[in-house]
């Protein structure tokens, strides 16, 4: 089974910017639909951005709430879905993590990892 893991969290002041990174321990997962997720304390997870394919052909999906200020994508070099956060604001805290996801409904299957926190500060 493929063990999806994420990195790149930290703290940061609104507004500004993060990008998180999902590396997978086997080579060549790029081709699968691969989800970012985050839960904040207290609340469900949600979901954030979503991927399938790559390069200028890949299809997106992106919540309300982070789009124009999210972006996902593949970086093939790296083998990795990253998730480039802009104008962060303090809503954005939450653990976030990547996993597989079912294209077209964007729901989650597999495992999940450790994840990745991030903290925006007012």
């Known amino acids: 089974q493929v063990q999806l893991v994420e990195s790149g969290g930290g703290t940061v002041q609104a507004g500004g910017s993060l990008r998180l990174s999902c590396a997978a321990s086997l080579p060549s997962f790029t081709t699968n639909a691969i989800g970012w997720f985050r839960q904040a304390p207290g609340q469900e997870r949600e979901f954030v951005a979503g991927i399938r394919g790559s390069g200028t052909g890949a299809e997106k999906k992106y919540a309300d709430s982070v789009k124009g200020r999210f972006t996902i994508y593949r970086d093939n070099g790296k083998d990795t879905v990253d998730l480039q956060m802009n104008s962060l604001k303090s809503e954005d805290t939450a653990v976030y993590y990547c996993?597989?996801?079912?294209?077209?409904?964007?729901?989650?299957?597999?495992?999940w990892g450790q994840g990745t926190q991030v903290i925006v500060s007012p």
């Open positions: 996993n597989n996801v079912r294209y077209g409904l964007w729901t989650p299957f597999g495992s």
